[in-house]
Every structure is written in structure tokens, then in C-alpha cells.
């Protein structure tokens, strides 16, 4: 059984940084592909980005347009941990953060919410002055 835990939210001032951990256990994260989600109060969750299993398109990643150049999606075979470094926070990035697995998977940008079978409890991120 895959279990996944998030951590490394917290509360951080506007224009600040964070890095969210995605730690793997009864799998190997480089084997699966893995994707991190948020959602605000009030609003549909978000996929923010994705990394492809190792064997396919040698871990590819994407990144959505609303946090490219800011987010990135990282992967530790040796933690097996996937990280997203946050930068240049700002309040409207206030959510509670979700790293998802799916097994069996290819090419990440196509799998949508849907698509992942494994979700940890997600890691609160505030954004305040």
C-alpha cells in the first residue's frame, strides 16, 4: 500500500519561499508518477505540477502556467521524496497543499486529478504579512 505524508507548509510573509517535501513509503516515488495540488477555501483544487516516473521521458515535469518561473518540482530517489520549492509567495497562494500519486503512469501531463489513486493529507501554506 502507498502512503504518502506532506510536509514543510507553514506561514510565511509575502515574497517569501517554501519548500514542500512528499515523502514515499511501500513504493519508490521514482517509479511513479507524482503531482502537487492546492486548494483555497472556497475553491476547485488546483494541479500545480507533476513529475513522470523515472523510466519515462526521464522524469519529465511540468509546471502550471499560473506558477511558472516561481514553483518547482524536484526528486530525491535517495529520500524517495519529491520536493516543490516555492518562491516569491504572495497571499493569493494561500491553500492547503496536496502531493498525489498514480501508479503505472507515463507522460504526467496528461493525468488530471482524477488520475491519481494515492493522496497524502495535505500541508497548510499561509501567506501573510
Not at 502507498?2 to 515523502?23: D, F, K, R, T
Not at 472556497?42 to 519529465?60: D, F, H, N, Q, V
Request: hydrophobic fraction near 25%; charged fraction near 20%.
Amino acid at each position: 500500500q502507498l502512503h504518502i505524508v506532506e510536509s514543510g507548509g507553514g506561514l510565511v510573509q509575502p515574497g517569501g519561499s517554501l519548500s514542500l517535501s512528499c515523502a514515499g513509503s511501500g513504493s519508490t516515488v521514482d517509479e511513479d508518477v507524482i503531482g502537487w495540488f492546492r486548494q483555497a477555501p472556497g475553491k476547485e483544487r488546483e494541479k500545480l505540477s507533476c513529475i513522470s516516473p523515472r523510466t519515462s521521458r526521464a522524469g519529465m515535469t511540468n509546471i502550471a502556467d499560473s506558477v511558472k518561473g516561481r514553483f518547482t518540482i524536484s526528486r530525491d530517489n535517495s529520500r524517495n521524496t519529491v520536493y516543490l520549492q516555492m518562491n516569491s509567495l504572495n497571499p493569493e497562494n494561500t491553500a492547503s497543499y496536496y502531493c498525489a500519486a498514480r501508479r503505472n503512469g507515463f507522460d504526467c501531463s496528461h493525468y488530471e486529478e482524477y488520475d491519481y489513486a494515492y493522496w497524502g493529507k495535505g500541508t497548510q501554506v499561509t501567506v501573510s504579512s
